[in-house]
């Protein structure tokens, strides 16, 4: 069975303003998503699901959705905030999406093959996607607990206009994920890599310390520890009462690995991300991607 591609297209750009989603940066317009659809279909995934907000649907449809018919199969999925399990009620006043797993379960209907999950406004690159679909697509029928995460190369992640956030990975001898640290401030300092940590100071990493950019496998059964945790989570009354407290992945793998319920492989790769984290990156993205394009490793129309 081929795996499915999901992307997660229900937030905000914060730090750039906007919806980055449909931001044309290729030649003809083309978003970052585009080039993530035609790498995954290359890399042999057979369905795309989005993840998006139901009031951005018209929009998104029109926009988006149309211009992959006939190439592969794509479904809708809707992220709200009254999404929540029987017994919960959202707070008054939060506003704030519950987070990428939350995300991630609005697919539990839609999804029954072993998945990818990225985010919408990141470029992987292929290699990425050839990577993390090999995992996927040579995992046995029924395979449950034997997840897999692309640990891209902290030096190939960086933006030159300011810190980045990534979640800073730590793995066994076998390969296999320990811990994943968020890390809200990422940056060279006068020449290493270095992260800001609890006190403030600057640590620093090689170059080759794989960080998270939330581009994870999973099979199904990820949905079930996702609702069952989840409820954990709503009835800590620290999460209710904090309007901004979100169910992140990191939270619900670190769970996972440190119960000993799944193991997640790191899979390496020499793919470099680029992203447009602030307004002032946009140019160079353009820049690069026409790079790609002019070296043929693009089209210069990919739907």
Wanted: proline share 5%; glycine share 8%; charged share 25%.
């Amino acid at each position: 069975m081929k795996p499915t591609l999901l992307l997660l297209a229900a937030g905000m750009g914060s730090r750039y303003g906007g919806l980055k989603q449909l931001d044309g940066l290729g030649p003809n317009g083309e978003t970052i998503m585009d080039y993530s659809i035609y790498d995954a279909i290359k890399a042999g995934f057979g369905k795309i699901v989005f993840i998006i907000r139901k009031d951005f649907e018209d929009d998104f449809r029109e926009k988006v959705l149309k211009k992959y018919e006939g190439y592969v199969p794509v479904e809708l999925c809707f992220q709200s905030l009254d999404a929540l399990p029987d017994g919960f009620e959202c707070p008054a006043g939060r506003v704030k999406p519950w987070g990428t797993n939350h995300a991630v379960l609005m697919a539990k209907d839609v999804v029954k093959e072993p998945f990818c999950v990225i985010n919408c406004d990141d470029f992987y690159n292929r290699d990425a996607f050839m990577v993390i679909g090999k995992f996927l697509a040579g995992l046995p029928e029924g395979s449950k607990n034997n997840y897999a995460m692309v640990g891209f190369r902290v030096g190939n992640t960086l933006s030159e206009n300011g810190s980045v956030a990534r979640g800073i990975c730590s793995k066994d001898d076998a390969g296999h994920l320990t811990t994943v640290v968020e890390r809200t401030e990422i940056m060279r300092v006068d020449g290493p890599i270095c992260y800001k940590d609890e006190d403030g100071s600057w640590v620093p990493v090689d170059d080759n310390t794989p960080v998270s950019m939330n581009m994870w496998g999973f099979t199904p059964d990820y949905f079930e520890h996702s609702e069952a945790y989840f409820k954990e989570f709503l009835s800590d009354r620290n999460n209710m009462e904090n309007l901004k407290a979100e169910f992140f992945i990191p939270l619900m793998v670190n769970k996972l690995i440190c119960d000993k319920t799944a193991t997640v492989k790191v899979l390496d790769t020499t793919s470099k991300w680029f992203g447009v984290t602030y307004s002032a990156d946009r140019q160079s993205v353009v820049d690069k991607i026409q790079n790609l394009v002019d070296e043929g490793v693009y089209p210069a129309g990919l739907f």
